[in-house]
């Protein structure tokens, strides 16, 4: 599965973004799927993730009550409300190697390529 993880972009403080999930060749009904994040010097994050069927989700501290995760038949996507400069960073997709995924980005196969989103102050 080739995920492509797009919508990002320059955004004010206090703003939203809404990011989309696709997957190529191969669709990824049947797994779970996260969204992490990596900003310039930092580690990846874990920022949410939804289980196969979006019964089950999960965010990361940082975010919780701000973003939300859903998913339809064909796309994956991260609402992300009250954005913060600290939200800057590449946001990626990855599909679980199960019907869950976890915190963990080693329970995370088929990543893509990431999307930009940039909080200004």
């Known amino acids: 599965v080739q995920l492509q993880a797009s919508g990002g972009g320059l955004v004010q403080a206090g703003g939203s973004l809404r990011l989309s999930c696709s997957a190529s060749r191969r669709t990824f009904s049947n797994n779970g799927v996260g969204w992490f994040r990596q900003a310039p010097g930092k580690e990846r994050e874990f920022v949410a993730g939804?289980?196969?069927?979006?019964?089950s989700t999960l965010y990361g501290d940082s975010v919780k009550g701000r973003f939300t995760i859903s998913r339809d038949n064909a796309k994956v996507y991260l609402q992300m409300n009250s954005l913060k400069p600290e939200d800057t960073a590449v946001y990626y997709c990855?599909?679980?190697?199960?019907?869950?995924?976890?915190?963990?980005?080693?329970?995370?196969?088929?990543w893509g390529q990431g999307t930009l989103v940039t909080v200004s102050s």
């Open positions: 939804i289980s196969w069927n979006g019964g």
């Open positions: 990855a599909a679980a190697r199960g019907a869950y995924g976890s915190r963990s980005s080693s329970d995370f196969r088929s």
